[in-house]
């Protein structure tokens, strides 16, 4: 999709900033890879959203990708993958890292070109639920709405409006909810 044009008081035109956002999970294989999804749908064109993970399962949570497709979300090019692509020459330069699991908060980061804005949105692991199909199924319901819930409260705020320390504590307080 080509960046939108937006008219400035020069009267010159020029494409809106699309922020780059990667979602990070040890796994990579439910919470972050859902939340990728969820932004690059509700995000308009603003924020390119992107997952990894420290230790990637290597395969999709099969019923991530059946809420993702049952939700009309988009499930193309989604793949567990290791957050090293993201920390080479060549890849997107991050805007926002956003770490949804506590193990990959304590894992090792690699060291992110750009100096991305990050914060800790703790989601409950619907791979770690034991039981029968419906409380899995329930686990990954939950996960995804809430994070539905911070992807609409993220991509409500006025970034351009906002400075640095002032969103990386709007980030902080989103994560809370």
Known sequence: MPPRMVSHSCGTSMPDKIF??????????????IAESQLNALGKGRFQAYSAGSFPKGFVNPLALEFLKNNGLPTDGLRSKPWDEFAVAGAPVMDYVLTVCDDAVEDVNPVWPGQPISAHWHVDDPDAVKGDEQAKHHAMVAAAANLRRRIELFVALPAEALDRMSIQHELGKIGKN
């Open 20 to 33: 780059h956002v990667l979602f990070l999970c040890t796994c990579n294989s439910a919470r972050s890879l």
